[in-house]
């Protein structure tokens, strides 16, 4: 299916900003000052990047490339559930250090102590 020439360009357009905009969603990511900053960031460069190469798959009429969005998708999905686990494991330990308490399955109940 042939995309007419309007369309063409306003995808083109639509593929430089999303180009731009990742690479100040990418200096936010660097720059940030806390751990969200960070996670938010990669979050919206993933969605960017599903948004460019399907724009891509309607610029060049390459219909395969939808499949890749959806595989895409699914990484950064998973990419940021594993850095938000990896947070909160992270705090956890911390929590449990500065309680003065080895972990919470070591602990033994008021009664037996």
Known sequence: ???PDVIRHF???SMIF???TMC???LRGILGPRFTD???AVNI???KAILLIAALSLFLDKPY???VCLIYALMSFMAVVVLAGARMSAHNRKQTAEDGRDSPENEQPEDAR
């Open 1 to 3: 299916m042939r995309v």
């Open 11 to 13: 995808l083109l357009f």
């Open 18 to 20: 999303l180009g731009i």
């Open 24 to 26: 100040f969603c990418l």
């Open 38 to 40: 960070r996670v938010v």
């Open 45 to 47: 460069i993933g969605t």
């Open 65 to 67: 490339l939808l499949d």
